[in-house]
């Protein structure tokens, strides 16, 4: 099959790897020379094009899937709105009109656009309740990408780590803050767009996968266990810890750190292991092993 990545980067290129690795043809698309080396070192097919730029996408290829996983470089609201919004109708509008439309249209959302709730469980059913601009933004994108004419899935990725994103150094010194952490190892975030690609294309499917899909470990788990865990696990001493009422007695927080800290839930993976998917990375444990390894290992 051919595949189109719009935003080939931290997720977009692992996945563009595990498909061509099954004999998948992959473009990944980039904005910049340093995007477009790093597509062509992980053996992919580079193409430039902004997502912003609806006359760059039209000299995109045909592609039987498409994936929408463009970032907007940690910027703020209207930055957001730019790219998964006006960036998503491009492609959308680009694609779908096209001879040969794709046949799966992948948008990579995030368990931000959930809100709090207390601790309690969410899964694909969940209303949403997004607390600040930018998760109103992904949650506005998402209704793009379901009302898109080709079949879609949303792919709610809960927060990503792997190599270069352990942040080992925010756990082991601390102070660390309760709450909950939703995690998913970037390897799994790939592999679960990749299994709805292969999946929902497969003919003895009924379009199981189409709509909303939550991509998340098997365990949420508190930050302070996860803290203390990995501290062991490193052979450091345990961080200090301290509630959310003393975290936001501090006064020191911006308003978008005060609503994370108070935005707290659990996320179920249930629909996607029901689907069948296996989880190379299902907990924690198996996903930092390899950064404490080379933590132990540094002098």
Sequence with gaps: MHIVVLGCG???????????????????????????????EAG???VRADVTDPG??????????????????????DAAR??????????????????????????????GVYGDHDGDWVDEETPLEPTTEKTRVLAEAEDVALSAP???????????????????ERYLKGPVTDGYLNMVHRDDAAGAVRFVLE????????RDVDGVLL???DEPVSKWTFADWLADACGAERPPKRTKAERLAAGDLSEAARRRILTSK???NDRLRELGYTFEYPTFREGYQAAVDAYRETP
Aim: proline letters at 6%; hydrophobic letters at 35%; a negative charge.
């Design 266 to 268: 659990r996320c179920s």
């Design 44 to 46: 992919l097919d580079p």
């Design 150 to 168: 080709v079949p879609a899935t949303v792919t709610r990725f809960a927060g990503l780590y792997g190599p270069s994103r352990y942040r080992l």
């Design 215 to 217: 991509v998340v470990d």
């Design 10 to 40: 931290y997720v977009g290129l692992e996945l563009g790897r595990q498909l061509r690795d099954r004999g998948h043809d992959v473009v990944g698309v980039r904005r910049s020379d340093e995007g477009l080396d790093a597509v062509a």
């Design 199 to 206: 999946h929902g294309d497969a003919p003895e499917r009924d």
């Design 82 to 111: 730019r790219v998964f919004v006006d960036g998503l109708e491009n492609a959308v509008e680009e694609f779908s009109a096209r001879e040969l439309p794709p046949t799966r249209l992948v948008y990579t959302s995030s368990t």
């Design 56 to 77: 760059s996408l039209a000299d995109l290829p045909d592609t039987d899937w498409l994936v929408f996983a463009a970032s907007s470089g940690g910027r703020g609201a």
